[in-house]
């Protein structure tokens, strides 16, 4: 039996010895392998260099969108800013016209205010000699 054990410790020693021998002496990597990879690589670049043309054109197309659409900006800026003195020149022009038209009758509602001043001082002094007029003027609370 130890013969046996022996002799299969052995052959298995050998057999790994063998095929460790082959590993070492075998070649991964051939020229055809090599040649395949350069034209892999040389494929990738290609690509590569497509996908960023295709994306600097994007980039250009986006750029040209967004200074149009900026244009349109500045001009609804523009249009709203004119939009905004408008209405204030009409606010200005609208308090401007009241006041010019409220003028003349305030002037008018001074000067009646002059004169009733005036006749309510008339009567005071023509009730200072008549007591019927003072009582008149009494009851309506202007004496």
Do not use: C
């Amino acid at each position: 039996m130890k013969l046996f054990i022996a002799s299969l410790w052995f052959f298995l020693l050998t057999a790994m010895s063998f095929v460790n021998a082959q590993d070492l002496n075998s070649v991964p990597y051939t020229l055809d392998d090599r040649d395949r990879a350069i034209r892999t690589e040389a494929r990738i670049d290609a690509l590569d260099a497509k996908f960023d043309a295709r994306i600097n054109a994007l980039e250009e197309k986006t750029d040209i969108r967004f200074e149009a659409v900026n244009s349109r900006i500045d001009y609804i800026f523009w249009l709203l800013g004119v939009i905004v003195a408008l209405m204030l020149f009409t606010l200005g022009y609208i308090i401007w016209d009241r006041r010019t038209a409220l003028k003349p009758a305030l002037d008018k509602a001074s000067t009646a205010d002059d004169k009733a001043a005036n006749v309510l001082r008339v009567l005071q002094e023509y009730a200072k000699k008549h007591p019927d007029m003072a009582n008149i003027l009494k009851t309506h609370g202007l004496l």
